[in-house]
């Protein structure tokens, strides 16, 4: 049986075991077991994987040399692999087992720019009330390495200090457009919180734009969770 999932090892931590000793265990075998569900009643993802639900703007022309160097590294494979010292200057499709997905963890990253450069997501909001809405974080290496300072977390823009590891979003809903940020300094890894919004029954934008500070920008999904 060959597995669907990319990337083809996943490392999952697991804290907190409770070791029990001389505890006789019930049964040994292979069993058979019923696909579990995870989702969470009110929660909506929409992942860069979904291609209905996912938009990414139109590539940027760049001089000759550039596109060469990106032309090198293109093959017929979907996935690529991306250098955080020499980003892609268009949207590139990678796997990171940091990334969210189900079974396929993925994400798009390019690198930093001006801004013009945006991923866009479309959120089906099935029913009219509050919602909070995240963004999925997956620190870059960069700031593992501690070569970044920020101090303020996902907010609705009211705390903007330190935004040199910021992500800028958009949100567009009722004919509205609120402008919203994560600090990934500060943030957690996972779903960050981007801000709390009474939505009504249509579709949300939540866009992405590549004006960071940090070399890179990555695009992965969004979720919202009705309170």
């Avoid at 999932?5 to 069993?31: C, H």
């Avoid at 567009?172 to 500060?186: F, G, V």
Wanted: charged share 25%; hydrophobic share 30%.
């Amino acid at each position: 049986m060959i597995s669907a999932n990319l990337p083809s090892s996943i490392n999952l931590p697991v804290n907190n075991i409770i070791r029990e000793r001389n505890k006789p265990i019930d049964e040994e075998g292979d069993f058979v077991v019923e696909n579990a569900s995870y989702d969470i009643p009110g929660e909506l993802i929409v992942d860069n994987e979904d291609s209905t639900l996912f938009v990414l703007s139109a590539p940027e022309v760049v001089g000759l040399l550039p596109q060469w160097l990106d032309q090198a590294d293109d093959n017929s494979f979907r996935y690529s692999g991306v250098s955080s010292w020499r980003p892609p200057l268009q949207w590139a499709l990678t796997t990171n087992d940091k990334y969210y997905g189900t079974h396929i963890r993925s994400a798009y990253v390019i690198k930093s720019g001006s801004g013009n450069q945006t991923a866009t997501w479309k959120i089906p909001v099935p029913d009219a009330g509050q919602y909070d809405l995240y963004y999925y974080v997956n620190k870059p290496d960069e700031l593992r390495r501690g070569r970044s300072r920020g101090s303020s977390g996902g907010s609705r823009g009211h705390d903007r200090s330190g935004g040199d590891a910021e992500y800028h979003f958009k949100v567009r809903y009722d004919n509205d457009e609120e402008n919203a940020y994560i600090n990934l300094q500060r943030s957690e890894e996972g779903w960050s919180i981007l801000g709390t919004y009474f939505f009504s029954d249509d579709t949300v934008q939540v866009v992405l734009h590549n004006n960071c500070k940090l070399r890179t920008v990555t695009a992965d999904a969004v979720k919202i969770i009705r309170r």
